[in-house]
C-alpha cells in the first residue's frame, strides 16, 4: 500500500478562459478501486493526463507506483497480437497472459491473428491483461466500455473487481457499481472522494442536496425576517431618539437619560439583527455550490397519422454475399421505445441505417410510413467542426433552442464561443442529441447515443423519454438506461 498525493494542483489550457483545476488537493490510496465521476468537459481525462505527466501544472504530484493508460495506443495495428502485447510489456510471463485472457474469456489463439482482426471487445480484453501483468504500476483506465455490448461490460467488470489499484472513468453506473470500492467525484466547486460504489455515492449525494435545498430555503426566510425586524428596530430607535429633545406642542420635560438609554438599546437590538441576518447570508452562501443543474428536457415529436411506422418482416443485411444479421422481424408502433441488442457486429447498426434510408442491400420486406420524418443521432462525432451558431445553421434548426438545451445539459456559455472539433467526446455527443431533440420528427432513431455521456446527463435524458410518450429504436449498451427505457427489446 502506497499513497498517491495530490497537493494545490492548478491547471489551465494554454490559451483557455480558465484554470481546469483550481487549488485541489486529495489522497489516493493505491490499493483502490476507484472509480472516476464527474459531468462533460470537467477534466477527467485532463486529470489522467496529468497524472501521466503530460503537461505542465502547478502544485504537486507525488507517487511511489508509475502509471499506465488504458486504452494503449497500438502503433502497428497490423502486427500480431503477440507482438503488441510485447511492445506493452517486453518483460511479460508467457503462462501469467495466458492466465489473465483466460479469466477474461479470450482464446489464446487470438495472440497470433493480427491486432486489428479482433473485435474491440477483443482488443479491450488483450489490452486490460497486458497492463495488469505489470508490477508496481497503477492503471488509469479512460472509458473502457465504449461501443462494448452488454455481455462484454459484465464481464470486464467482473475482471476488474477481481483487481486493485486503478482509477476507472466511466458514466455506466451498473458497470461502476460492479467493480468500484471508492468514487472520485469532480463537482462543480471541488473534488471529492467516498468510499462505497457509484449507487452508494449518488444517494448520499441526492441526500446532501436535499438538505442543501431544504436549509436554503429556511435561511431564505429567516434572512427575510431578520431583515424586516431590523429595519423596524432601526426605524423604532430613531423615532424614540427624537424624542430626546421633547414636543415642541407639549409642555412636559423629557427624560433625555432614559430616551438616550432606551434608543441605544433598541440600536444594540438592530445591531444584533443585523450580525445575525449577515451570519444567515454566510451559512447561505456555502450551501448550493456543488448542486448539479438537471432542468428538465423536452422533446416534441410530431404526430403521425397511423398507429404503425414501420415494418421489418424476416428481414436480412448482407455486405456483400455475407448476412450480417438474418431474419429480423418486428414493427414499430406509436409509443414505442424498441431498444435493438445483440453482440457488436451483430448488425445493430446496419438496422438502423435501413430504417433511416440508407443504401443497404437486403432481402425481406422492409415497409416505412408515407412521409415518415426521422431524427438520426450516429455513433460518429469525429466530423463535428465549426461554432454551434454554424451548426444550427446548416442543419435548420432553432439555435436559441438548441442552445438552451446544451445550456440544460451543463454546457457553460464560454463553450459556445469555441469550435465544436475541441469539444470533449461526450459534449461532441451532446451536440448531437441536442439537434435530434431540436428536429421535427415522427421517429427517433439513436445508435449508442450515451458513448461519452455524463451520468447526470444520462438521467435527464432518461426523464425525458419516460416523460414523453416518445417513440424512437436505439442501441444502447447501458443496462441500466436500457431496463428504464425500452417498452421493447429486439435481440439480434
Given at each position: 500500500?502506497?499513497?498517491?498525493?495530490?497537493?494545490?494542483?492548478?491547471?489551465?489550457?494554454?490559451?483557455?478562459?480558465?484554470?481546469?483545476?483550481?487549488?485541489?488537493?486529495?489522497?489516493?490510496?493505491?490499493?483502490?478501486?476507484?472509480?472516476?465521476?464527474?459531468?462533460?468537459?470537467?477534466?477527467?481525462?485532463?486529470?489522467?493526463?496529468?497524472?501521466?505527466?503530460?503537461?505542465?501544472?502547478?502544485?504537486?504530484?507525488?507517487?511511489?507506483?508509475?502509471?499506465?493508460?488504458?486504452?494503449?495506443?497500438?502503433?502497428?495495428?497490423?502486427?500480431?497480437?503477440?507482438?503488441?502485447?510485447?511492445?506493452?510489456?517486453?518483460?511479460?510471463?508467457?503462462?501469467?497472459?495466458?492466465?489473465?485472457?483466460?479469466?477474461?474469456?479470450?482464446?489464446?489463439?487470438?495472440?497470433?491473428?493480427?491486432?486489428?482482426?479482433?473485435?474491440?471487445?477483443?482488443?479491450?480484453?488483450?489490452?486490460?491483461?497486458?497492463?495488469?501483468?505489470?508490477?508496481?504500476?497503477?492503471?488509469?483506465?479512460?472509458?473502457?466500455?465504449?461501443?462494448?455490448?452488454?455481455?462484454?461490460?459484465?464481464?470486464?467488470?467482473?475482471?476488474?473487481?477481481?483487481?486493485?489499484?486503478?482509477?476507472?472513468?466511466?458514466?455506466?453506473?451498473?458497470?461502476?457499481?460492479?467493480?468500484?470500492?471508492?468514487?472520485?467525484?469532480?463537482?462543480?466547486?471541488?473534488?471529492?472522494?467516498?468510499?462505497?460504489?457509484?449507487?452508494?455515492?449518488?444517494?448520499?449525494?441526492?441526500?446532501?442536496?436535499h438538505y442543501e435545498l431544504a436549509?436554503?430555503?429556511?435561511?431564505?426566510?429567516?434572512?427575510?425576517?431578520?431583515?424586516?425586524?431590523?429595519?423596524?428596530?432601526?426605524?423604532?430607535?430613531?423615532?424614540?431618539?427624537?424624542?430626546?429633545?421633547?414636543?415642541?406642542?407639549?409642555?412636559?420635560?423629557?427624560?433625555?437619560?432614559?430616551?438616550?438609554?432606551?434608543?441605544?438599546?433598541?440600536?444594540?437590538?438592530?445591531?444584533?439583527?443585523?450580525?445575525?441576518?449577515?451570519?444567515?447570508i454566510e451559512e447561505k452562501s456555502?450551501?448550493?455550490?456543488?448542486?448539479?443543474?438537471?432542468?428538465?428536457?423536452?422533446?416534441?415529436?410530431?404526430?403521425?397519422?397511423?398507429?404503425?411506422?414501420?415494418?421489418?418482416?424476416?428481414?436480412?443485411?448482407?455486405?456483400?454475399?455475407?448476412?450480417?444479421?438474418?431474419?429480423?422481424?418486428?414493427?414499430?408502433?406509436?409509443?414505442?421505445?424498441?431498444?435493438?441488442?445483440?453482440?457488436?457486429?451483430?448488425?445493430?447498426?446496419?438496422?438502423?441505417?435501413?430504417?433511416?434510408?440508407?443504401?443497404?442491400?437486403?432481402?425481406?420486406?422492409?415497409?416505412?410510413?408515407?412521409?415518415?420524418?426521422?431524427?438520426?443521432?450516429?455513433?460518429?462525432?469525429?466530423?463535428?467542426?465549426?461554432?454551434?451558431?454554424?451548426?444550427?445553421?446548416?442543419?435548420?434548426?432553432?439555435?436559441?433552442?438548441?442552445?438552451?438545451?446544451?445550456?440544460?445539459?451543463?454546457?457553460s456559455r464560454i463553450q459556445f464561443?469555441?469550435?465544436?472539433?475541441?469539444?470533449?467526446?461526450?459534449?461532441?455527443?451532446?451536440?448531437?442529441?441536442?439537434?435530434?431533440?431540436?428536429?421535427?420528427?415522427?421517429?427517433?432513431?439513436?445508435?449508442?447515443?450515451?458513448?461519452?455521456?455524463?451520468?447526470?446527463?444520462?438521467?435527464?435524458?432518461?426523464?425525458?423519454?419516460?416523460?414523453?410518450?416518445?417513440?424512437?429504436?436505439?442501441?444502447?449498451?447501458?443496462?441500466?438506461?436500457?431496463?428504464?427505457?425500452?417498452?421493447?427489446?429486439?435481440?439480434?
Amino acid at each position: 500500500m502506497s499513497l498517491i498525493q495530490v497537493k494545490h494542483l492548478t491547471f489551465a489550457y494554454d490559451g483557455s478562459y480558465d484554470n481546469i483545476f483550481d487549488d485541489v488537493s486529495f489522497n489516493i490510496d493505491t490499493d483502490w478501486k476507484l472509480g472516476f465521476t464527474g459531468r462533460n468537459g470537467r477534466g477527467k481525462t485532463t486529470l489522467l493526463n496529468l497524472l501521466m505527466g503530460k503537461y505542465e501544472y502547478q502544485g504537486t504530484i507525488s507517487a511511489q507506483a508509475q502509471f499506465e493508460y488504458f486504452p494503449y495506443s497500438v502503433q502497428n495495428k497490423e502486427w500480431n497480437t503477440l507482438d503488441v502485447v510485447e511492445e506493452i510489456y517486453p518483460d511479460y510471463v508467457h503462462w501469467e497472459l495466458i492466465r489473465e485472457l483466460s479469466l477474461l474469456q479470450v482464446s489464446d489463439t487470438v495472440l497470433y491473428r493480427p491486432f486489428d482482426s479482433l473485435s474491440q471487445g477483443e482488443q479491450t480484453k488483450v489490452m486490460l491483461a497486458a497492463l495488469f501483468l505489470r508490477e508496481n504500476q497503477f492503471l488509469l483506465i479512460d472509458e473502457p466500455t465504449n461501443h462494448l455490448d452488454m455481455e462484454v461490460r459484465e464481464l470486464v467488470s467482473q475482471y476488474l473487481n477481481t483487481k486493485s489499484g486503478f482509477i476507472l472513468v466511466s458514466h455506466d453506473r451498473a458497470f461502476l457499481d460492479n467493480c468500484v470500492d471508492h468514487i472520485l467525484s469532480i463537482n462543480k466547486t471541488n473534488m471529492d472522494i467516498q468510499q462505497g460504489n457509484f449507487s452508494e455515492w449518488w444517494e448520499r449525494k441526492e441526500r446532501q442536496d436535499h438538505y442543501e435545498l431544504a436549509e436554503n430555503e429556511k435561511l431564505k426566510k429567516d434572512i427575510k425576517r431578520l431583515a424586516g425586524a431590523a429595519e423596524r428596530t432601526s426605524g423604532w430607535s430613531n423615532e424614540v431618539e427624537k424624542t430626546k429633545n421633547g414636543s415642541h406642542n407639549s409642555g412636559s420635560k423629557v427624560d433625555k437619560g432614559y430616551v438616550g438609554h432606551k434608543a441605544a438599546k433598541m440600536m444594540k437590538r438592530s445591531k444584533n439583527l443585523e450580525h445575525r441576518q449577515q451570519a444567515a447570508i454566510e451559512e447561505k452562501s456555502l450551501l448550493l455550490k456543488n448542486i448539479e443543474s438537471s432542468d428538465s428536457l423536452k422533446l416534441s415529436q410530431l404526430p403521425y397519422h397511423k398507429s404503425q411506422l414501420a415494418e421489418l418482416d424476416h428481414v436480412s443485411i448482407y455486405y456483400g454475399d455475407k448476412a450480417v444479421c438474418s431474419d429480423i422481424s418486428f414493427t414499430i408502433e406509436k409509443g414505442d421505445r424498441i431498444a435493438l441488442s445483440g453482440k457488436n457486429g451483430s448488425g445493430k447498426s446496419s438496422l438502423l441505417k435501413l430504417i433511416i434510408g440508407d443504401n443497404i442491400k437486403y432481402s425481406g420486406t422492409f415497409r416505412k410510413g408515407t412521409q415518415l420524418r426521422v431524427s438520426y443521432v450516429s455513433q460518429d462525432t469525429s466530423y463535428l467542426q465549426g461554432t454551434l451558431t454554424d451548426y444550427a445553421r446548416e442543419h435548420g434548426i432553432d439555435e436559441s433552442l438548441f442552445k438552451a438545451i446544451l445550456r440544460k445539459l451543463d454546457f457553460s456559455r464560454i463553450q459556445f464561443e469555441k469550435d465544436i472539433s475541441f469539444y470533449s467526446g461526450g459534449q461532441k455527443k451532446k451536440v448531437l442529441i441536442a439537434k435530434s431533440l431540436c428536429e421535427d420528427a415522427h421517429l427517433h432513431i439513436w445508435d449508442e447515443p450515451l458513448n461519452f455521456i455524463d451520468v447526470i446527463s444520462r438521467m435527464q435524458i432518461e426523464q425525458l423519454l419516460m416523460e414523453y410518450n416518445s417513440t424512437m429504436v436505439f442501441v444502447e449498451h447501458d443496462r441500466e438506461f436500457c431496463s428504464r427505457i425500452a417498452t421493447k427489446i429486439v435481440t439480434l
